[in-house]
Nanobody, 118 residues
Framework: QVQLVESGGGLVQPGGSLRLSCAAS????????MGWYRQAPGKQREMVAA???????SYADSVKGRFTISRDNAKNTVYLQMNSLKPEDTAVYYC????????????WGQGTQVTVSS
């Protein structure tokens, strides 16, 4: 009954920016912790950034200072602003959320491709 839909991925040159969005829909009581993960070809999925219900954020060391996670609770949406992109940021980016319906369950989006290349 709950869906997470990512958007905003694409092809960008090194040094460029992208903004990913993750919209939650369905029978939602509340959004708890939300996060962005990524998975590059041949690698394990890794956490990129997370934000809890109080707005406290955490980031992977590889993206600190370049990426910013934020949320709009009124819109049930989480964002990932990505600046100064590097080729090594190329991956499929997934949204993850702990969502109460009211039972708290973790959900995943379908993923959006981000490619950083000249």
């Amino acid at each position: 009954q709950v869906q997470l839909v990512e958007s905003g991925g694409g092809l960008v040159q090194p040094g460029g920016s992208l903004r990913l969005s993750c919209a939650a829909s369905g029978s939602i009581f509340s959004l708890n912790a939300m996060g962005w993960y990524r998975q590059a070809p041949g690698k394990q999925r890794e956490m990129v950034a997370a934000i809890n219900s109080g707005g406290i954020t955490s980031y992977a060391d590889s993206v600190k200072g370049r990426f910013t996670i934020s949320r709009d609770n009124a819109k049930n949406t989480v964002y990932l602003q990505m600046n100064s992109l590097k080729p090594e940021d190329t991956a499929v980016y997934y949204c993850n959320g702990f969502i109460a319906t009211p039972r708290v369950t973790t959900y995943w989006g379908q993923g959006t491709q981000v490619t950083v290349s000249s």
